[in-house]
Structure formats: structure tokens, C-alpha cells
């Protein structure tokens, strides 16, 4: 089973500010890495796809990068709306595994 | 308004059994795998498994085996997981999340509202 890391655990920003979270593989997944953010009481939203793959609707301030074992989430300048928790997700191999998670609150 | 809905919520006694249900509203689940991932209170996402919704076939996580169970009936475009011999650490969210078209390992681009199964005597 690919393991999957996040760090940092909790990322404390000024809205308008920058905020870059990470995630790691265990193993390559190619590109088959996929970012998603989940509110209080919400069910995950898509964001990125394939690494690097805005999905339907997202906004341009958010932008995935890396392939491999390394990823990059990149909000450019934070809303009060995303302030959330991110999980990466990597679907290049069975059983598919999900980060523990990166929480973006205000600081 | 394309989207994907799932059954309301669920208190089951431990050793019980408890079905969720998940349809696609304003397309039909027709050509796509349908994921299953839980989470338990204040914790991460867990992939338990997916059904291809034209073939019926199904691939579970290993933890989940034996345990669960996903199905669908293409009459009613409904995808529905079992999970059997409940334990109290089964009292998680349940979601369902639409995956791809060209094989199930693809992006889960549409969730579900989730089905929160709470298990207690």
C-alpha cells in the first residue's frame, strides 16, 4: 500500500497571503495525484487532478505541481473561503490512498 | 443540477448491518466506477472499494473485505454499499464519489453529501 504524507499538519495564514502545502508518496504515482479540500460538515471537493489539473469551476488561485513522489498545492492569495482542510489522494495504485490531511486556518 | 445524493443517516446496534445508497441526479451513473470512502469522526478519508457501474464488477480494499459489500441496480441508476458485523469504530460518514469513465483509476470528481452510520447499543 503507497503511503501518502502531508505536512505541515496545520498552516496558519493571513487571508491574501500565500500557501503552499506538500505531499509525498511512499512510491512513484506518476501523476495520478489529485488534491481535494473539505469544509466542516461538507463532503471533499475536487480541486486538482493529474498533479497539476484544475477541475471543473476551481478558481485560478489554487495550482497543484510535482509527479513522482513529490506534490505541491499552491494557494496564490487565500480567501476566508479556503480556509479548510486539504487531503491529497494519489489513484495510480490499488488500494487508493488518501494524506492525513493539511489544515489551513487564520492566522 | 448534476450531482450525486445519498440515503439519510443511519443508527444500527454492533453486529447489525447497514445499507447506503448513492444516485447520480441530472446524468446517470451509466459508463462510470462509483467510489466508496469512509470517515470516522474528526479522522482521514478511507477508500474501501468501487463498483464499474455497466459490468457490476467490484474491487475492495483489503481492510474491508469479507465485510462489505457494493452493488448497483442500472433500472433506478443507484449504487448502494452494505457493510456488515458493525463494530462501534464503523460510526463514520459514509461517501460516495463518481470516479471515471475509461477505468476506475481516475479522479473522484463528484462526491456524494455523505451518510453518516452511527453504530451504539
Known amino acids: 500500500e503507497i503511503v501518502m504524507t502531508q505536512s505541515p499538519v496545520t498552516l496558519s495564514v493571513s487571508p491574501g497571503e500565500r500557501a503552499t502545502l506538500s505531499c509525498r508518496a511512499s512510491?512513484?504515482?506518476?501523476?495520478?495525484l489529485a488534491w481535494c479540500q473539505q469544509k466542516p460538515g461538507q463532503a471533499p471537493r475536487l480541486l486538482i487532478y493529474?498533479?497539476?489539473n484544475r477541475a471543473t469551476g476551481i478558481p485560478a488561485r489554487f495550482s497543484g505541481s510535482g509527479s513522482g513522489t513529490e506534490f505541491t498545492l499552491t494557494i496564490s492569495s487565500l480567501q476566508s473561503e479556503d480556509f479548510a482542510v486539504y487531503y491529497c489522494?494519489?489513484?495510480?495504485?490499488?488500494?487508493?490512498?488518501f494524506g492525513p490531511g493539511t489544515r489551513v486556518d487564520i492566522k | 443540477q448534476v450531482q450525486v445524493v445519498q440515503s439519510g443517516a443511519e443508527v444500527k446496534k454492533p453486529g447489525a448491518s447497514v445499507t447506503v445508497s448513492c444516485k447520480a441526479s441530472?446524468?446517470?451513473?451509466?459508463?462510470?466506477?462509483v467510489h466508496w470512502v469512509r470517515q470516522a469522526p474528526g479522522q482521514g478519508l478511507e477508500w474501501m472499494g468501487w463498483?464499474?457501474?455497466?459490468?457490476?464488477?467490484?474491487n475492495y480494499a483489503q481492510k474491508f473485505q469479507g465485510r462489505v459489500t457494493v452493488t448497483r441496480d442500472t433500472s433506478i441508476g443507484t449504487a448502494y454499499m452494505e457493510l456488515s458485523r458493525l463494530r462501534s469504530d464503523d460510526t463514520a460518514v459514509f461517501y460516495c464519489?463518481?470516479?471515471?469513465?475509461?477505468?476506475?483509476?481516475?479522479?473522484?470528481?463528484?462526491w456524494g453529501q455523505g451518510t453518516m452510520v452511527t453504530v451504539s447499543s
Open positions: 441530472g446524468y446517470t451513473f451509466t459508463g462510470y466506477f
Open positions: 489522494q494519489q489513484y495510480n495504485h490499488w488500494p487508493f490512498t
Open positions: 464519489a463518481r470516479g471515471g469513465k475509461v477505468g476506475p483509476y481516475t479522479p473522484f470528481d463528484m
Open positions: 493529474g498533479a497539476s
Open positions: 512510491q512513484s504515482v506518476g501523476s495520478d
Open positions: 463498483i464499474n457501474f455497466n459490468s457490476g464488477g467490484t
